[in-house]
């Protein structure tokens, strides 16, 4: 059997095997395997591969590795797989609180609780959006182009690790979006939601947003200064 020396670089080793994880290991495989089927059955999805070189030579995902080979196995970045044009998302369960904050910096972010990943991948393909998920197989799915494996379980650290893999720095345009369906919000005079206002809020606040999707009224009380702080320091975590 053809044995080829596998090198995975950075935070790939986190999802291999327990004895794989020093990054390089011998790789015993069947002839005529391409390199995306030997480094996702190790448990790399496609999606977090950036870059694969073979003796020192890029290749591409479907390169049929051959006896003998060093095959290099680069993460994805901002860099070396970029995503074309303006970040678009679908979120797995459980990741609404993420939505959110995509959603708060003005990023177009699909999410229900109940998608199932048939739903997922579906949407992933036909409307070319970026998964979001925890679920390394649901990413190894062929209908999934762009995705990624959030590591952390941390609603702000997966938002700073969202932004720096896609760079979203660039993108950031704050408060465009409904956090609550993802519309685009639309200016309202303070007399078309008057009915819909706390007493306080009558009084102070004169320049308002709402959603025309779901109604949600947004205005600039002591929520959008939270917002707006957080929002500064996402920005302070550009690398």
């Known amino acids: 059997m053809p044995v080829a020396r596998f090198f995975f670089f950075q935070d790939l080793n986190t999802f291999l095997p327990p004895d794989r994880r020093s990054g390089s290991f011998d790789y015993a495989f069947e002839d005529g395997q391409s390199v995306k089927h030997l480094f996702e059955a190790a448990g790399v999805p496609h999606t977090e591969v950036g870059e694969v070189r073979v003796n020192g030579q890029g290749a591409g995902f479907e390169y049929k590795v051959q006896d003998g080979d060093k ?8 860099e070396n797989d970029p995503y074309p044009g303006e970040p678009r998302f679908v979120l797995d369960n459980h990741l609404g609180r993420l939505a959110a904050y995509l959603r708060m910096i003005g990023l177009d972010s699909l999410y229900k609780n109940d998608y199932d990943d048939e739903e997922l991948a579906h949407i992933a393909k ?107 320091q996402f920005r302070q975590e550009r690398e």
Not at 144 to 161: F, N
């Open 126 to 232: 036909t409307e070319n959006r970026i998964l979001l998920t925890r679920d390394r197989r649901l990413l190894m799915r062929r209908a999934v182009r762009y995705g990624y494996c959030l590591r952390s379980l941390d609603s702000e650290v997966q938002m700073v690790e969202v932004m720096q893999r896609f760079n979203l720095f660039e993108h950031i345009s704050p408060f465009q979006r409904c956090l609550r369906c993802n519309a685009r919000l639309e200016p309202v005079s303070k007399e078309m939601v008057l009915d819909r206002l706390e007493p306080l809020t009558r009084l102070y606040y004169e320049e308002f947003h709402h959603c025309p999707a779901c109604g949600q009224v947004y205005w600039k009380g002591s929520h959008y200064e939270r917002m707006q702080k957080r929002i500064d």
């Open 71 to 78: 095959v290099e196995i680069i993460p994805a970045s901002a």
